[in-house]
């Protein structure tokens, strides 16, 4: 009986010990970082559902090198904010935004391309730096912002 005892509370033990870990690795877990490098004042910011014009360029956090660009296509990329249309990390720090504005988003990679990356120029588990301008929002007059 004392066996099987010590035998239960030293599974209790290592399953205390494996929810303590998992919590601590949570709490621990990347989070997306925006750093407003040119602040704008406005009366109308980016929400959910708006249809957005955003200039940007994407490099690599671990050595800087550049995987895309929409200032090398000249026009800049458009989609609906919210609907899953990009990655998580565009979805969350392109809200609350300013035409005009610029920031610099530092994407984890669960809110990135994830455990699989999209091979060949973005590797699994990638932390992505993206420099963006809010251009335009489709649909509000110019002096709505």
Excluded: Q
Aim: hydrophobic share 40%; charged share 25%; glycine share 10%.
């Amino acid at each position: 009986m004392r066996f099987l005892t010590s035998i239960l509370v030293a599974l209790a033990s290592l399953t205390s010990f494996a929810r303590a870990s998992s919590a601590s690795a949570n709490d621990e877990k990347a989070k997306l970082k925006i750093e407003v490098t040119r602040a704008v004042e406005c009366k109308r910011k980016t929400k959910t559902g708006d249809t957005i014009d955003v200039h940007y360029r994407g490099t690599l956090a671990a050595d800087g090198s550049e995987f895309d660009a929409s200032y090398n296509r000249g026009v800049p990329f458009s989609f609906r904010l919210g609907a899953g249309m990009v990655i998580k990390g565009w979805d969350e720090g392109l809200l609350d935004m300013c035409v005009g504005e610029a920031r610099t988003l530092t994407i984890p990679s669960d809110l990135g391309y994830g455990d699989r990356g999209m091979p060949p120029v973005i590797p699994p588990k990638a932390t992505l730096i993206f420099t963006t301008e809010l251009m335009g929002i489709s649909g509000v007059d110019k002096d709505e912002l």
